[in-house]
C-alpha cells in the first residue's frame, strides 16, 4: 500500500531560539516592500516521502538522513512526537501563522532529488519504490490581525514563486491538530499527450496570427505564408511537431534573423555631436560589421591563433602552447523577468554547457556575471507606481544574485569578473548577461579538440536530465516581448549537480575518446541540438518515444522543443555506445540512445514507429530569405525618442551638489559607482586555485575593499604553461545610448580593452565578445519607433567594426536579444540599446600582472589617454606603449577610469590603503569618457616613462602616506569617508 | 631510491577542488591520483595503496540537506571498512571546506568511532563568503600543520556553512572545547570572528594528529601569485603549501 510521510525539520533544545540573521532580514523586507510587520518569522525545511509499502522503522532512517544529530530533531508524520504550539511557544510564537510552500507538480525539486538518492543509499531500503518532494514551513506572527489571504499575498510577493510554488496557509488551531501531518501527499504531475497532428495553415491572415500567438510561434505572417507555400509543393500540411520545430529554428533566438537582415540605412540632419555615417545598405549586421571585422583582422594581420570562430558554441582561441582557451557570454533576459532565480540560474549553467559543447567539450574555468538592472528606490522617490505586473526591480535583483551564486558556487567555477548596471528602464526587463571561459587540450587522442566529427550511422544520445514540460518554448518565448500571457512553463529550473555530474563526464569521456561529437540542449531543446548537429552530417532519424521524461503525458512536440536544463545531445559512433553508456551509468550520469545521424537530406522524427515530423534540412536552415528592414535616424527621431519616454514628466529633477569634495561623495555612494562586494563575496571567485587577479583588491590593513580592473586567470593549474594567464573583462555604458548609439559603443568596447591592459594583457593578443540587448527594432503599430532603433543598432554595429579594426582585436563570439520589452495595457518598458563588450587578452608573464591600487609613497601619478577618444589607431598606439611600460616594470599601478570620472578613479587607487594622493591638476574631476587610465610609477624610472610617450600623458601628481585624497587648490577628503561612502550598501553585510 | 609518496584524491558528485588539490600535492614530489568516488567504492582495496587521502572542496549532492551529509552516508556505507583500516594505519587524511563537513559528519572528526559532538552548520551570516582570512596555528598535534605552528598565516574561506558548533547545552559545549584544546586537537583558528564558529576554530585534528579537518583552503594558496593584492604577491608568503609539505615529509619518514 502506497504511503506518505512527511518529516520536518527543526532545530534542537540548545540551539538559539532567537531569529537568524536571514529570517531577520527577510522579516525587515516584508516590512520594507510590503509595509507588514511580522515580530516573528522561523523556516524549516521538510520533506515528503512516498514509498510503495510502509517502512518499518522509518523514523530512524528518516533521522540518520535528514538531520543532523548535533543540532536538529525530527519531527514525523509516523510518530508525531512534537508538541509544536509548546516548541514554538518557546521561540516566543503566541499566535504562529503557518505558510506552507511546497513545488507545483513538475517544477525541479534539487532538495528533493539529493534526498531521494540519500534514502536509496541505506542498504535496508533499496526493495522500496521511493518518490521525495521537498518544501519549507515559514512560520509567521503579525501584531496586526491579518487574513488569509494577506499571508497568501506576502507570502507569493518574498517567500515563493507564483509560477513554481503553491503557499497554504494554516492557523494556530490547524498547527496544534497536525492537519498537514495527517494524509500527506506528493501531487503527481496530470498531463495528458497527444498524438501529433496535422495544422492546416490555408487559413485567412487573421485566423494564423491566432493560431501563430496560441501556439507560441512567433513566426511573422511571411514566415508563415512561407511555410504554408513550401507544404503545398510537397501536397501536405505540416504537423504540429513540424511546425514547433520550424518556430524553433527560425526564431530570432536561434536565427538572429535581425542581424542577417537587410538594412537601408538613412539618416536625416543629426544632432551636432552624433558621428555622420552617410546613407547606405547593408547585407547582414552580423556578417558586414561583426565577422566582417573579424576576418579583415584576421587577414591584415595574419593571426594564427583563431582556431575556431563563430560556427561553434563558443570561439575558440589559441593563447598557450598547451591548451586552446573558449569563451562564450549568453543573456537570459526573459526568464529572468519571470523567474529571476531560475532565470539567472539557468543562464550560467546554460553558458557552462555552451563551454562543454564546443569543439569536442572543453572544461568551464572562469565565469563572468554582468546584470543590468533597476532599484526600486528611484520609484519609491519619484512616487511612480509600477505595473501590477512588474516586479519589485529589488526582489529581481536579490534573485538574479541568487541564482548567479548558486550556479557558479555549486558547478566549482568561480565567478572572476562582472558588473552591476543600473537604470530605471530596465525595470520592464532586467539584462542578465553570464560568460564562460573554458580551456581545451589542443589535441587528444592525436586528433583536434576544436572539431566536430560526426559521421552518418553514429548514435544520436542525449545525456544529463529528463525531459519535462520546464521551458517549453523558451526560444521563441524570448523572441516575444513580456506580456500578460507569458507560460508558466517557459520557466525553468537549474540542477547544478546533475549537470556537474554530466559536464565530468563528458570529460572523461572525451579523454576515453567514446563519442564524435557534442552540443549542447539549449533553447529550442532537441529540435535545435539535433537540427544544428543534423546540418553537419546531413540528416537524422529520432525516435521521440525512447527520450526518458520527467513524468507521463507528454505530446511529441513538447519533447521536441522542450528546454529541460542539464542535457547534453552526443553523437557516438555504434562501436562506442557501449562503452560510453556503461561510463554514463557509473558516473551516475542519465544517456539514452534516442536515434542516429544519416545522411539522406532529412530530419525524420518518429514517436511509436509513426513519423511525427519529416523535414528537408535545407529548407529549415538554409531557405528562409531575408527580411528587409529600414533604419532610420535624424533630429526628429532623436527628439521622439525623448519625448515618448514612459517616464517623462514624471521623474524629479536631481539636485547634485555644486562643492567638488560633496560631489565626489555623493558619486563615490550613487548606483553605478558604489561597492558591490556584500553581494560579489557571496560568489566564489577564487576557486580551481587560478584567480590570480581577484574582483577587490587593496591592503590587508584596510580590507580589500576596492575595485579591480579585470579577472586574471591563470592557464598553469588548468595544463596551460607555467608563466601564462588570460585576462578577462567588460565594458558597458548604456547610459549614453540615448546620446548616441555609436559613441556608446565605442565607449563600451574601449571601456573592456582599457581594463584588460591595466592588467597587463597584450593588446596585440586580445579578443573580444560583442552581447547586444535592443529594444524592439521592428517597426509595427505597437512599436512606432523601430527604424529609429534598428538605426541605433546599425550606428553600435558600425561603431565596433570600425574600433575592432582599428585595435586589431577579433570579435569570436557573440549574441543578441532583440525583443527587451514589457508591454501591458497601456505600458511600454523598453530597455536603452546596451551592448556589453567582453574582452579576454593574454597576459604573457605573471609578472605583467599589475593591480589598480597604488603601491608605494613617493610613486608618480600620471594620467594616460586623451579627454576624448576620437583617433581610434593612436589609442592602440597608447596601450601598446603603455604594455611596453608594464613589461620594462615601471608601472606599479594601473586603473581604468570611467563611471564618475577623473576622482572617482583616483578615490578607488587609494581608498583601500594606507596611501594618499596629491593632486595638482586642473582637468575637470568628474566628466566621463573613453579611452583614459590612471597608472603609478617608481619616481626612479619617471625620465625613461615619460619618453615612451609622445602624447596624452600628464603628471598628475605623487603618491603620499597621508591616506587621503588632495586636490591642490580644490579639497582634500580622508580615505576614511570616501571609503565609507564607497561601502555605503556593503559596510558590515561580509 | 625511495618509493614515492602517495596521495588519492576523491572526486565526483559534486567535488570541485580536485584538480588544485592534486597539484598541491604534486607540485611537492608526491604521486598523486584523482579517483572518482564511484571507483574507489567499486575497488576499495585500492586505498590501501595510499598514504594520504583527500577530500577536496565543493559542494557535494548541492549542499542539500546539510553541507557533506550525503557523501558522508555514501562513504559510510560503502567503504566504511577500508576507511577504518586506512585510520588504524595511521595514514593521513586532509578534508579542506566541504571535506571538511564529510569528515565531521562521518564521525572521523574530532575523534574517529565515537559519538558525534560537533557539526559545521550556516555562518552567522547566514550566507556563503570568499575572503581571505588571518589564522593562528596553535601548537598542536596535526601533522599537516607541523612547519607552521606559532604563526600567523592567512588562506582564502569560501563557505557558507563554516560555523562550528557542539552538541549539548553550553556547559557540556565548553567541556568538549576544552577537551579539544588541551588534547592538542584545535589545529587552526581564525583571528577574528569570521563566522561565528566555536572559538574561532577553523580547524580541528584527531587525536592522533593524522586527520586535518579545516574550512580554509590552502591549495588555493600554493603560490605568491595566489595572494590577493598587488603588494601581497611582492612580498607576501603563500602558505598553504606548508601543510602538504608536511604531510608528505611525515609520510617519506614515516612509509
Redesign the interface.
Known amino acids: 500500500m502506497k504511503t506518505t510521510y512527511r518529516f520536518e525539520i527543526y532545530p534542537n533544545q ?1 540551539q538559539s531560539t532567537d531569529m ?3 529570517e531577520k ?1 527577510t522579516t525587515e523586507w516584508i516590512s520594507k516592500y510590503c509595509n507588514l510587520k511580522f515580530d516573528k518569522l522561523f523556516k524549516v525545511n521538510y520533506f515528503l516521502l512516498e514509498s510503495n509499502e510502509p517502512i518499518a522503522g522509518i523514523d530512524d532512517f528518516a533521522k ?3 538531520t ?4 536538529d530533531v525530527l519531527f514525523s508524520s509516523e510518530s508525531k512526537n512534537m508538541d509544536l504550539v509548546s516548541y514554538l511557544g518557546q521561540r516566543g510564537f503566541t499566535e504562529p501563522v503557518l505558510c506552507d510552500v511546497s513545488f507545483k507538480p513538475g517544477v525541479t525539486d ?2 528533493a ?3 531521494l ?2 534514502f536509496k ?3 535496508d531500503l533499496k526493495k522500496y519504490e521511493l518518490n521525495v518532494a521537498s518544501g519549507e514551513c515559514y512560520y509567521l506572527q503579525s501584531t496586526e490581525s491579518l487574513t488569509d489571504e494577506a499571508f497568501e499575498k506576502v507570502s507569493y510577493e518574498k517567500l515563493a514563486n507564483q509560477l513554481l510554488h503553491k503557499v497554504t496557509i494554516q492557523r494556530k488551531a490547524a498547527i496544534a491538530a497536525n492537519i498537514r501531518m495527517q494524509a500527506p501527499k506528493i501531487i503527481e504531475v496530470v498531463s495528458t499527450s497527444h498524438e501529433a497532428t496535422t495544422i492546416d495553415l490555408n487559413l485567412d491572415n487573421s485566423t494564423l496570427l491566432k493560431l501563430n500567438t496560441d501556439n507560441c510561434w512567433a513566426l511573422s505572417l511571411d514566415e508563415i505564408h512561407f511555410v504554408r507555400d513550401y507544404f503545398k509543393t510537397l501536397d501536405r500540411n505540416p504537423t504540429d511537431v513540424e511546425m514547433e520545430v520550424i518556430a524553433q529554428s527560425w526564431s530570432e533566438h536561434c536565427k538572429h534573423k535581425i542581424f542577417a537582415s537587410t538594412i537601408e540605412y538613412t539618416e536625416g540632419e543629426l544632432p551636432a555631436h552624433m558621428k555622420k555615417l552617410g546613407d547606405f545598405e547593408v547585407n547582414s549586421l552580423f556578417k558586414t560589421f561583426i565577422r566582417g571585422a573579424t576576418e579583415k583582422i584576421k587577414a591584415d594581420r595574419n593571426l594564427q591563433w583563431l582556431i575556431s570562430i563563430f560556427h561553434d558554441n563558443a570561439g575558440i582561441v589559441r593563447f598557450d602552447k598547451n591548451v586552446d582557451v573558449c569563451i562564450k557570454v549568453e543573456t537570459h533576459n526573459s526568464p529572468s523577468a519571470l523567474d529571476p532565480y531560475g532565470g539567472a540560474l539557468t543562464g550560467i549553467l546554460g553558458v557552462n554547457r555552451d563551454i562543454l559543447g564546443c569543439g569536442q567539450g572543453a572544461k568551464p574555468i572562469a565565469n563572468t556575471n554582468v546584470f543590468c538592472l533597476a532599484e526600486d528606490s528611484f520609484f519609491k522617490e519619484n512616487n511612480i507606481k509600477l505595473h501590477p505586473k512588474l516586479k519589485n526591480p529589488d526582489r529581481i535583483a536579490e534573485g538574479v544574485h541568487l541564482g548567479v ?1 548558486d550556479g557558479g ?4 567555477v568561480p565567478t572572476v569578473n562582472g558588473a552591476f548596471v543600473f537604470d530605471k528602464d530596465y525595470v520592464g526587463k532586467p539584462l542578465v548577461f553570464c560568460g564562460t571561459i573554458g580551456v581545451l587540450p589542443q589535441a587528444e587522442n592525436n586528433l583536434s579538440t576544436a572539431e566536430k566529427r560526426q559521421q552518418p550511422g553514429d548514435y544520436i544520445v542525449m545525456s544529463g536530465g529528463k525531459i519535462g514540460k520546464d521551458g517549453i518554448h523558451g526560444a521563441t518565448f524570448s523572441s516575444m516581448e513580456l506580456n500578460e500571457n507569458a507560460p508558466a512553463s517557459v520557466v525553468q529550473i537549474g ?3 546533475t549537470q ?2 554530466l559536464g ?1 563526464f563528458l570529460i572523461e569521456a572525451r579523454q576515453k575518446n567514446l563519442f564524435s561529437s557534442v552540443t549542447d540542449n539549449g533553447a529550442g531543446g532537441l529540435s535545435s541540438s539535433v537540427g544544428e548537429m543534423a546540418g553537419l552530417t546531413n540528416g537524422a532519424i529520432v525516435d521521440l518515444d525512447r527520450a526518458p521524461t520527467k513524468y507521463p503525458g507528454l505530446s511529441p512536440f513538447e519533447l521536441m522543443v522542450s528546454e529541460s536544463q542539464e542535457r547534453m545531445t552526443f553523437s557516438v559512433p555504434k562501436e562506442k555506445v557501449h562503452q560510453f553508456l556503461q561510463l554514463s551509468e ?3 550520469v542519465l544517456s539514452t540512445v534516442i536515434g542516429e545521424f544519416t545522411n539522406q537530406g532529412q530530419l525524420l522524427v518518429r514517436y511509436n514507429g509513426k513519423t511525427v515530423a519529416d523535414l528537408n534540412l535545407h529548407f529549415l536552415h538554409e531557405s528562409l530569405r531575408p527580411m528587409q528592414l529600414k533604419a532610420h535616424i535624424d533630429q526628429a527621431s532623436v527628439e521622439q525618442a525623448k519625448a515618448t519616454h514612459w517616464l517623462n514628466g514624471k521623474v524629479k529633477e536631481e539636485v547634485k551638489p555644486t562643492e567638488a569634495k560633496a560631489q565626489l561623495l555623493s558619486l563615490m555612494a550613487s548606483a553605478n559607482v558604489r561597492s558591490h562586494e556584500h553581494l560579489v ?12 587577479v ?1 574582483p ?5 590593513k584596510i580590507g ?1 575593499h576596492a575595485p579591480t580592473d579585470a579577472g586574471v586567470i ?1 592557464l598553469y ?2 595544463g596551460g604553461e607555467r608563466d601564462n594567464a588570460i585576462s578577462v573583462s567588460c565594458g558597458i555604458a548604456p547610459q549614453i545610448s540615448h546620446h548616441d548609439a555609436y559613441e556608446m559603443a565605442v565607449w563600451a568596447l574601449d571601456e573592456a580593452v582599457r581594463n584588460s591592459v591595466c592588467v597587463g594583457a597584450d593588446p596585440t593578443e586580445m579578443v573580444l565578445i560583442d552581447n547586444y540587448c535592443w529594444p524592439d527594432p521592428i517597426t509595427s503599430g505597437k512599436n512606432p519607433d523601430g527604424a529609429h532603433k534598428l538605426a541605433q543598432l546599425v550606428r553600435t554595429s558600425k561603431a565596433i567594426y570600425d574600433l575592432s579594426v582599428d585595435y586589431g582585436m577579433p570579435f569570436v563570439s557573440g549574441k543578441d536579444s532583440m525583443k527587451n520589452d514589457f508591454m501591458a495595457d497601456d505600458v511600454k518598458i523598453s530597455v536603452q540599446p546596451t551592448l556589453l563588450v567582453t574582452a579576454m587578452g593574454r597576459v604573457r608573464s ?1 609578472n605583467h ?3 589598480s ?1 597604488a ?1 608605494n609613497v613617493g610613486d608618480l601619478v600620471y594620467l594616460i589617454g586623451p579627454n576624448q577618444l576620437i583617433d581610434f589607431k593612436k589609442q592602440l598606439g597608447l596601450y601598446k606603449t603603455l604594455h611596453k611600460a608594464i613589461l620594462l616594470g615601471f608601472v ?2 594601473a586603473h581604468d577610469v570611467s563611471e564618475g570620472g577623473l576622482a572617482v578613479s583616483l578615490t578607488e587607487k587609494i581608498m583601500s590603503t594606507t596611501l594618499g594622493l596629491e593632486i595638482d591638476t586642473k582637468l575637470d574631476l568628474f566628466v566621463e569618457s573613453a579611452g583614459r587610465i590612471i597608472v603609478t610609477i617608481d619616481p626612479i624610472k619617471q625620465k625613461e616613462f615619460a619618453q615612451l610617450f609622445t602624447s596624452d600623458c600628464i603628471l598628475l601628481g605623487t603618491v603620499t602616506g597621508d591616506a587621503k585624497l588632495t586636490i591642490k587648490n580644490q579639497f582634500s577628503v580622508n580615505n576614511t569617508e570616501t571609503l565609507a561612502a564607497y561601502r555605503i550598501k556593503a559596510a558590515g ?2 | 631510491m625511495k618509493n614515492k609518496v602517495k596521495a588519492l584524491i576523491l572526486t565526483g558528485d559534486g567535488i570541485n577542488c580536485e584538480n588544485e588539490t592534486a597539484l598541491a600535492f604534486s607540485e611537492h614530489g608526491c604521486e598523486t591520483k584523482i579517483m572518482h568516488v564511484q571507483d574507489l567504492i567499486d575497488q576499495p582495496g585500492l586505498l590501501s595503496q595510499y598514504q594520504i587521502l583527500a577530500l577536496p572542496g565543493g559542494f557535494s549532492f548541492g549542499d542539500e540537506i546539510g553541507s557533506g551529509q550525503i557523501l558522508a552516508l555514501k562513504l559510510k556505507y560503502s567503504l566504511g571498512v577500508a576507511l577504518t583500516e586506512f585510520i588504524n594505519n595511521k595514514k593521513l587524511i586532509i578534508g579542506i571546506c566541504n571535506g571538511f563537513q564529510v569528515l565531521v559528519r562521518l564521525g572521523l572528526l574530532p575523534k574517529p568511532f565515537t559519538e558525534r559532538q560537533m557539526t559545521l552548520t550556516h555562518n552567522r551570516q547566514g550566507h556563503f563568503i570568499n575572503k581571505w582570512v588571518n589564522l593562528t596555528v596553535p601548537k598542536s598535534n596535526c601533522i599537516w600543520t607541523k612547519s607552521l605552528q606559532g604563526k600567523e598565516i592567512a588562506l582564502p574561506i569560501r563557505h557558507g556553512e563554516g560555523k562550528i558548533t557542539f552538541a549539548g547545552d553550553q556547559a557540556t559545549q565548553h567541556n568538549t572545547f576544552s577537551a579539544l584544546v588541551s588534547q592538542g586537537q584545535i589545529a587552526l583558528s581564525y583571528t577574528e570572528d569570521v563566522n561565528g564558529s566555536y572559538q574561532q576554530i577553523a580547524g580541528v585534528t584527531d587525536p592522533t594528529g593524522c586527520i586535518l579537518g579545516l574550512m580554509p583552503h590552502p591549495e588555493a594558496a600554493t603560490s605568491n601569485w595566489l595572494l590577493p593584492d598587488g603588494t601581497a604577491k611582492k612580498t607576501g608568503q603563500a602558505f598553504g603549501q606548508q601543510f602538504f609539505i608536511n604531510a608528505i615529509k611525515h609520510c617519506e619518514e614515516r612509509f
Do not use: C, M
Not at chain 1, 558556487?409 to 566549482?412: D, L, T, V, Y
Open positions: 540548545h537568524s540573521s536571514t532580514k540518520t538522513i535528514l543532523d544529530s548535533v543540532t534539487n532538495s532529488q539529493a534526498v538518492e540519500a543509499l541505506i542498504p551564486q558556487n555549486k558547478s566549482g540542477d547544478p549537480i556537474k555530474r565530468d557509473k558516473r551516475n563575496r557571496r560568489y566564489d571567485h577564487e576557486v580551481k586555485a587560478a584567480t590570480l581577484k577587490f583588491t587593496g591592503s590587508e580589500r591563470w593549474p588548468h605573471l600582472i599589475t593591480t591600487e603601491k606599479n599601478s553585510a561580509i
